[in-house]
């Protein structure tokens, strides 16, 4: 399970930035070529969401014309985050908490898979950690989330509130071994065991 909290979020984060960081660096021309492209698909897809309304998609039949323009303004806002940067789950996370408010379940679960082209289970990480960002006392705190990306933050917002305070000063000490964890530098899969040690899931559900 932690493995896997690991490798999501390394796909994540990959599939968001739009092509991996090592290939950016290395052929920076070829990495600008893919950004465009992506943005062009992007925003092929948005112009047929303009259609949604007329039942495009099928399952956005039921949508009056207010919900329909929400939606489509949401979908542009999410499509454009995701190409800009990496550092804008949390404002996708707080978007698509206000299009889950307009969707009934099956139809947002299409918007992001068939609109945003997004996972689920990501989408249900932002915002989660969006909500979690409302509650933090200042704007420092918050960047602090965008620089540890989206999983760090997701497995931190489960950490004990006296354990997040720690996490929050850089640092933090692991109260059962008396280990000095550097939260910058600690990857996220021994943040996530770290967690499962600290803030067992309660019976019947998994990590």
């Known amino acids: 399970m932690v493995k896997k909290i690991d490798d999501q979020n390394k796909d994540f984060e990959s599939a968001l930035a739009g092509a991996p960081k090592s290939r950016a660096k290395q052929v920076p021309v070829d990495h600008e070529v893919d950004r465009i492209e992506k943005h062009q698909q992007a925003t092929g897809k948005q112009r047929q969401m303009q259609l949604l309304g007329q039942g495009k998609l099928g399952l956005f039949d039921t949508l009056d014309s207010e919900q329909t323009k929400l939606v489509n303004e949401a979908t542009e806002k999410v499509l454009k985050l995701k190409i800009q940067s990496v550092c804008h789950f949390l ?35 932002m915002m989660r950690v969006s909500n979690w960002a409302k509650s933090l006392p200042n704007n420092e705190f918050r960047s602090r989330l965008r620089n540890w990306g989206i999983m760090k933050s997701y497995v931190i917002h489960q950490l004990p509130a006296n354990i997040q305070e720690q996490a929050f000063q850089g640092e933090l000490i692991d109260p059962e071994t008396g280990e000095v964890i550097d939260i910058n530098r600690t990857p996220v899969k021994k943040l996530a065991a770290l967690r499962k040690r600290l803030a067992p899931a309660p019976q019947g559900r998994t990590g």
């Open 91 to 125: 404002e996708i996370g707080q978007i698509a908490h206000e299009v889950k408010e307009q969707l009934e379940y099956g139809q947002f679960c299409a918007w992001i898979r068939d609109c945003v082209y997004l996972e689920e289970r990501q989408v249900q990480y």
